[in-house]
């Protein structure tokens, strides 16, 4: 089984380089479902893995609304076919980062810092096939064991790692960390090996009719975000892999231009869906735009907003806007807020929320009287609020 | 010979040297009935109940106290906040940068500014604001909210607090315990705290 894998991977690389036979270029290799592990180091992290995907089955972070996870999880049987995605067990995860992956006995973790940041359903598609493409050449086990060999000591500190992250490793940990450590040590790949798991997982988007630029346009923007984020902080450099997703997986400027080249070659189709995909994320919108907001990461939430902003300016994505600045609060931030809440008022009139916040920066800019207004409006619309108290005490004459 | 099995002896007396004091000044029993001055501040309290003062500073304004231990059930008092200042020590000012109180916020900012500074600090993922109210402390209008979230390690916690801001600078005290036995087991504790609170 495994010398086919090799194999297959092999072509696939002469493919790349170059391109021996294009027409079979994208062919999807032959899949064998229900795998078992078959060695002493296979059978070890496998279970190490589950015991992994026990505590995450288990986790509070777990988003376990139906309907998301079905569409998810149909993304993904659209995108690898049905023969492939049957056994995979998807656990969506409510954690503001940019990040996903598959682990070796067939668990996908995708956070919800990416479902965010995907605009439809042919980028969520690159990314899933993407993942499960290293899955399929158990590209993590040639890993651990490129590892092991050079030195087990190195090997087993990453298992403990992964471990003792996934235990939960107190309550200092931040984001910095939690992007470097979790499920990330097993998980990281050689540049080859990321080569081989973009041509099979266009390989899937071509099959699939998606269309295949949404997986270059899909790393780009994660690598602006991140400039993004470095140049609001003042960083000197960018480091993209304090990006989840390029902690395990090493990228550059380089790797975005063949995955664009790459696309030109995939006899792919045109679907984008958009609408199926807005859909699907709709009822968790607001709450995945407010845990990226209150990361505190202004200008990477700013690039990440006018992004999905692009295509068209909702009333959610106004409000979060807005939000976000307001939450800032430099002075010269407060105006900008009050335009953007005033902009999703115009789209939707029935936002609380916009009201309230309209009104608390107008409060904080001195502007009392244009101030109460709208907080009146806000205990209108919403008198049992839990700040409705607080609230009436600003309205009312001191 | 001699000199390389000196130097691991000196670096070891050294270590131990830059160490014994924090270890002599580790954590301290706060007796009930005394007055204490916290946070390094104009800010008293005089707990009912004995406390442990734990040594390491959350904040360079601010001080926790626990009965059962660190995270269990904790109290933190924050004194003297100025704008643009952040509530607690930054991990790097640079990379992971903490909200800051700014000169024009408002007691109804406060619960928003715990929540940003939690969420980033702690790496909390689900957060989620209670009910805040308005009420006194320290003789001045104040805001008493409360809060839930999940830490890493997978615990609900809750907590209250109270906050009030004099003269653009933010007090305020906490109380954070699991939500699991604690927290209702010795809010009543935080509350007398908050209580006996008096600023000079």
Known sequence: ??????????????????????????????????????????????????????????????????????????????????????????????????????????????????????????????????????????????????????????????????????????????????????????????????????????????????????????????????????????????????????????????????????????????????????AALAPWLDQFLEDQIKLNDFAGTEYLITRLGAEEWTAPLLLARAELYRLRANPRDLPNAVEFYRQALTLNPDLPTAYRGMGLSLMRMDRKSEATPSLSRYLELKPDALDADMIRSLVAPQ | MLKSLLKPVLLISAAAALTAPAALSANDLIKSGETVA??????????????????????????????????????????????????????????????????????????EFLEGTYRAHFGIAVFSLGASKPTKFLNEPAIQFTYEYVTPDELTRRGEAIAVLRSGKLFMITYDAPKLHFFERNIEDYRAVVASAKIA
């Open chain 1, 1 to 278: 089984m495994r010398p086919m894998v090799r194999l297959l991977a092999a072509v696939a690389a002469m493919a790349t380089l170059g391109a021996a036979n294009p027409e079979r270029e994208f062919d999807l290799p032959t899949y064998t479902g229900a795998y078992q592990p078959q060695n002493v180091d296979e059978r070890g992290m496998w279970m190490v893995d589950d015991e992994s995907e026990r505590l995450t089955r288990d986790s509070r972070l777990v988003i376990r609304d139906e309907a998301l996870n079905n569409y998810v999880h149909s993304v993904l049987c659209r995108a690898v076919g049905n023969d492939r995605c049957g056994g995979v067990r998807i656990y969506i995860l409510r954690v503001p980062v940019f990040n996903a992956n598959m682990s070796p006995n067939g668990t996908m973790r995708v956070y919800s810092g990416l479902l965010l940041r995907m605009r439809n359903e042919a980028e969520l598609a690159s990314i899933l096939g993407h993942e499960f493409a290293h899955f399929e050449m158990r590209h993590s086990l040639d890993e651990f064991r490129r590892k092991r060999s050079t030195s087990d000591l190195l090997a087993w500190t990453a298992v403990l790692g992964t471990l003792a992250a996934t235990y939960g490793g107190g309550s200092t940990q931040s984001y910095g960390d939690f992007r470097i450590s979790v499920y990330g040590a097993l998980f990281r790949f050689s540049r080859d090996q990321e080569r081989e798991a973009d041509i099979l997982g266009f390989s899937y988007m071509a099959e699939a009719k998606y269309r295949p630029s949404a997986a270059s346009e899909v790393w780009r923007s994660a690598m602006n975000e991140a400039d993004a984020t470095s140049t609001g902080r003042a960083l000197r450099g960018q480091r993209y892999d304090k990006t989840a997703f390029f902690a395990t997986h090493p990228t550059n400027l380089e790797r975005a231009d063949y995955l664009s080249a790459l696309a030109n070659r995939v006899p792919g189709g045109e679907y984008e869906g958009r609408n199926a995909y807005q």
């Open chain 2, 38 to 111: 916290v946070a390094k501040s104009t800010l008293s309290i005089t707990p009912p109940r004995d406390w442990n003062k734990l040594s390491a500073r959350p904040g360079k304004k601010a001080e926790t106290w626990t009965l059962d231990g660190e995270q269990l059930n904790d109290i933190s008092f924050y004194s003297d906040i100025a704008p643009g200042e952040p509530l607690l020590r930054e991990r790097s000012k640079k990379r992971d940068p903490l909200p800051k109180l700014r000169s024009n916020s408002l007691l109804t900012d406060v619960p």
